[in-house]
């Protein structure tokens, strides 16, 4: 089976609950209903052949009206295909079906999504941060969570417990030193010769 087969039936299957399919560089997305995201997941494992969940993330299309959404990419080993399924999560209502009874994998990937995004997926079956420490008041991979972070108060269980404070970038993460060498210039590689290495330290 491949994902454009898979996708007819999820099509003949649950008519209105699926979007138009979007393809790029040979890879299937297909966005569907949230109220049948357990349904259509259980589905596509046991009638498609998607026995696997590689992945599952979070998006935060931050300035969109539709922010948020849930991105399950999907692997049949039978049939060695991927399937990307996308669900749109209103920033209102962000609470979202667990999937962890269709394929256990999506345990720690909906803890990460939940911790990141704030995202609350219902029937997990122990929803709780991954990453950050419980009562953490802000979701970090938020689009409008700021590079240097937040100030927060640090768990009592902490070994310097007390207050995290934010850490600004000097220059910003992506601004390098003018006039800097190159990696080339200054890190050897594997095609150098002793001399050639000789001439860069004599050089530099």
């Known amino acids: 089976m491949t994902p454009q087969e898979a996708i007819k039936q999820l099509e003949t299957r649950f008519a209105g609950a699926t979007g138009v399919p979007v393809e790029f560089r040979g890879e299937f997305t297909v966005t569907v209903a949230r109220e049948k995201l357990v349904e259509i997941c259980r589905f596509l494992k046991t009638e498609c052949g998607f026995d696997m969940l590689t992945d599952l993330s979070?998006?935060?299309n931050f300035g969109d009206?539709?922010?948020?959404?849930?991105?399950y990419l999907l692997y049949s080993l039978k049939h060695r295909c991927h399937l990307?399924?996308?669900?749109?999560?209103?920033?209102?209502?962000?609470?979202?079906?667990?999937v962890t009874g269709v394929w256990r994998t999506?345990?720690?990937h909906e803890r990460e999504a939940f911790d990141m995004f704030g995202i609350r997926f219902h029937g997990h079956p122990n929803l709780r941060r991954i990453l950050m420490w419980d009562g953490y008041p802000y979701h970090?991979?938020?689009?409008?969570?700021p590079l240097a972070g937040l100030p927060?108060?640090?768990p009592e269980t902490a070994v310097d417990a007390g207050r995290a404070?934010?850490?600004?970038m000097i220059g910003g993460p992506f601004v390098t030193t003018?006039?800097?060498?190159?990696?080339?210039?200054r890190e050897p590689r594997q095609t150098d010769t002793a001399s050639e290495r000789f001439e860069k330290k004599e050089t530099s």
């Open 58 to 60: 979070g998006v935060d």
């Open 65 to 71: 009206d539709s922010r948020y959404e849930v991105d």
């Open 84 to 98: 990307r399924l996308k669900i749109v999560v209103p920033e209102d209502n962000l609470v979202v079906d667990s």
């Open 106 to 108: 999506a345990d720690w």
């Open 140 to 145: 970090p991979m938020r689009k409008d969570f």
């Open 152 to 154: 927060a108060d640090l």
């Open 165 to 168: 404070e934010a850490a600004p």
């Open 178 to 185: 003018s006039g800097a060498r190159t990696a080339a210039d």
